[in-house]
């Protein structure tokens, strides 16, 4: 994110009042805003919409807000469309020292109790962002030419911008990941799709050949089927792959 993008804020908030408050608020101060009064709406805003930042009450009518951080932080970033590693920020009118260390404990980066003073949580707020900015992209892998970065879910070859789907992203990032190894389809179909077992499907050829056919605008050969055990992306002896930035962590 450049530094004239605005960054944008979920708050995950039931009480009506409250989330109005935060959302004026934090508009006129320069965020985007996405609200939630649920857990469920609250996590399907962080899959679909990928905000900076969420602010989570505890205390919602679908459960707790704990449970939402839980999913977010366990999340394998892989087949998920979640970013496991997003700050995260607990609200809440339970103040004793067991409830923050049971936030912390979920995965808070920061725990707020109620009533809270604005200026103090606008001020917490830009220093997660800030953190977040400067942190090292843990997430951010490159092999060769082709560059893939899972928290924006941007694949790029040779500067130009790949268009996956989400299951034809999710198979690349999992072959990016070791470029060389073969990943065998039971791994791949458990892992990507949730099979719990190969079956007759032939949804990861049908995957593979699409993302092959994608990746190979400029004549390489990437996505290699190895016969009767899975796939691996690259198909390089190893002193080439020496030369080849198998993987990047930027």
Request: contains cysteine.
């Amino acid at each position: 994110m450049t530094n004239d993008e605005p960054s944008t804020i979920l708050v995950v908030e039931d009480d009506d009042a409250t989330r109005t408050f935060l959302a004026d608020n934090l508009s006129a101060d320069g965020y985007d805003l996405l609200v939630a009064d649920c857990a469920a709406v609250g996590l399907s805003l962080i899959e679909r919409r990928f905000p900076d930042i969420a602010l989570v009450d505890v205390g919602l009518p679908d459960g707790s807000g704990l449970e939402l951080l839980r999913r977010v932080r366990s999340a394998d970033g892989v087949a998920s469309r979640i970013n496991p590693e997003m700050p995260l920020m607990v609200i809440s009118g339970r103040a004793t020292e067991l409830d923050r260390v049971r936030g912390f404990d979920r995965g808070a980066d920061d725990y707020v109790c109620k009533p809270f003073s604005y200026p103090e949580l606008r001020g917490r707020i830009a220093a997660l962002l800030r953190r977040a900015d400067h942190r090292p992209s843990h997430g951010h892998l490159r092999a060769g030419p082709l560059e893939v970065d899972p928290p924006s879910r941007e694949v790029r070859l040779h500067g130009d911008r790949v268009a996956l789907s989400q299951k034809e992203f999710a198979l690349l990032r999992t072959l990016v990941s070791d470029p060389t190894r073969v990943f065998t389809k039971e791994e791949l179909l458990r892992t990507i799709w949730g099979y719990r077992s190969r079956g007759s499907t032939r949804t990861l050829d049908s995957h593979a050949c699409r993302l092959r056919h994608k990746l190979g605008a400029h004549g390489e050969r990437y996505v290699v089927n190895v016969w009767g055990v899975g796939y691996r992306l690259l198909d390089a002896p190893p002193a080439r792959m020496a030369a080849v930035d198998e993987r990047l962590i930027a």
